[in-house]
């Protein structure tokens, strides 16, 4: 079973910045053809905050474009997610999976944004 393994999280103030970082098996790092990072935040559902192909091109939540930045390298098989300006309502768990959440989901990483 794939293990994706997110980290990175932790508690910031809010207009702050935090990068997020998932670490992908290095035989599925190069067979996928897009990651993407989710976010589920307290009783809500998941949400697909941002996508990224293998050439590099990128898709973004309304909510989060202009502050959060997702990049990929795939020699330290890792996808990042950027994340500047960091709201309050940005508090969630964020996992990282393919755009169609082919793997199990890992634990994930709580970002919480404090007034």
């Known amino acids: 079973q794939v293990q994706l393994v997110e980290s990175g999280g932790g508690l910031v103030q809010a207009g702050g910045s935090l990068r997020l970082s998932c670490a992908v098996p290095?035989?599925?790092?190069?067979?996928?053809?897009?990651m993407a990072w989710y976010r589920q935040a307290p009783g809500k559902q998941r949400e697909l905050v941002a996508s990224i192909t293998p050439g590099g091109s990128t898709d973004y939540a309304d909510s989060v474009k202009g502050r959060f930045t997702i990049s990929r390298d795939n020699t330290k098989n890792t996808v990042y997610l950027q994340m500047n300006s960091l709201k309050i309502e940005d508090t969630a768990v964020y996992y990282c999976?393919?755009?169609?959440?082919?793997?199990?989901w890992g634990k994930g990483t709580l970002v919480t944004v404090s007034s």
């Open positions: 999976n393919t755009p169609s959440g082919i793997f199990a």
């Open positions: 290095g035989s599925i790092m190069a067979r996928i053809s897009a």
